[in-house]
């Protein structure tokens, strides 16, 4: 299995200049980097997270696109976008950031894409009524012009070099969940990134939807991956623990489905139809309340968010991904959310241990 690493894309850049050596030196198959405007912690609330003494906002995010060229000059190894959206770049604009980052990046470029968050769009004004239709719109002509340098219809053309030497094209991953996207992902990826939380089985019976909807397009099956959000702590029954002590980063179950809490006998804020991470717009809600909730979120919500435990216990749960077909895991490493620097520091030599074992499968 391919092991990929999202880096930290957030202001101020000294974070990413310590970690991409120690990143290099473990030895990851690719970089990435989430194109997100707010994050998933409100500010006013940040400076009693326990990550908070790594950066002054929450909210601080590069601009992906412009990162990945810096990343670029750093690296030898791909680098991808994890994931932006087909809202707020056009085809167009989407197939030229794509070609000069394939161009530029020694590794090539992978444009990771779906359709949206609210987060990320409403706040800003960008329409979210029919994010994925815009979407498929959006793919039938970005895969024209990545494929053939031109629109499928009319005199719009790319003049950029479509293939970068020893390194092809850029590659488009989808980040595809119901049935709609699983087809968009058939239809138009070169891999499949999904972020969502789903078993295992699921992700097998995923993959052969997607493989079935490639086929009928005529085209190969996508690179198999997963974007998971990761917490190494001593054991899950000590994450537990500190969740417990320090409840505010409970607050990640409010990204998980309405149906989850439903399925848990609970009742999600937003109302058990909530998509969760598509939908939940945090800097939405009151902090005082955001506050008071989090102690109530049970423990077993957050693991239906994250994955969550030691490398033996991360690599159980990967090997059984690993067994219904995945082929390139995409790490997010929020390690710290509790505990902070003492947990991150404890937890060091988790990664390159859990990197090994995955390498393997």
Not at 33 to 54: K, M
Not at 127 to 153: K, Q
Request: aromatic share 10%.
């Amino acid at each position: 299995m391919k092991v990929g690493m999202n880096l930290p894309a957030q202001f101020p850049f000294g974070s990413t200049e310590q970690l991409l050596p120690i990143y290099e030196q473990v030895g990851f198959d690719s970089y990435w980097a989430p194109d997100h405007i707010l994050g998933v912690f409100h500010p006013g609330l940040w400076a009693d997270t326990p990550l908070s003494t790594l950066a002054a906002d929450p909210d601080a995010f590069y601009d992906p696109f412009c990162y990945g060229a810096r990343i670029g000059t750093m690296t030898n190894l791909p680098f991808g976008i994890s994931v932006t959206d087909a809202t707020r770049r056009g085809a167009a604009d989407l197939a030229r950031a794509a070609l000069t980052l394939n161009d530029l990046i020694p590794g090539g470029f992978i444009l990771g894409i779906g359709s949206g968050e609210a987060e990320s769009l409403v706040p800003f004004g960008y329409p979210f009524e029919r994010p994925v239709g815009v979407l498929e719109e959006v793919l039938g002509d970005l895969r024209s012009l990545l494929d053939t340098g031109r629109m499928p219809t009319g005199i719009g053309r790319m003049g950029l070099p479509l293939r970068a030497e020893g390194r092809g094209g850029p590659r488009v991953w989808i980040a595809g969940h119901g049935p709609r996207m699983l087809r968009l992902t058939g239809q138009f990826g070169d891999g499949w990134l999904p972020a969502w939380w789903m078993s295992p089985d699921e992700y097998g019976k995923n993959l052969g939807v997607i493989a079935k909807h490639a086929a009928d397009a005529g085209r190969p099956t996508p690179e198999a991956s997963l974007l998971p959000f990761i917490i190494f702590a001593e054991s899950v029954d000590r994450a537990a623990e500190m969740f417990e002590k320090d409840p505010l980063g409970k607050l990640f179950g409010l990204f998980a489905k309405g149906s989850m809490w439903e399925a848990n006998g609970l009742t999600h804020p937003l109302g058990n139809d909530s998509k969760g991470f598509i939908d939940v717009i945090i800097h939405d809600l009151d902090p005082d309340e955001l506050r008071d909730l989090a102690p109530t979120i049970p423990f077993e919500m957050v693991q239906q968010v994250l994955f969550i435990g030691n490398a033996d216990e991360l690599a159980g749960q990967f090997e059984a991904y690993a067994r219904n077909g995945l082929e390139h895991v995409v790490m997010a490493n929020l390690t710290g959310v509790v505990g902070g620097m003492d947990e991150i520091v404890a937890r060091a030599m988790d990664m390159p241990k859990l990197k090994a074992v995955l390498s393997d499968l």
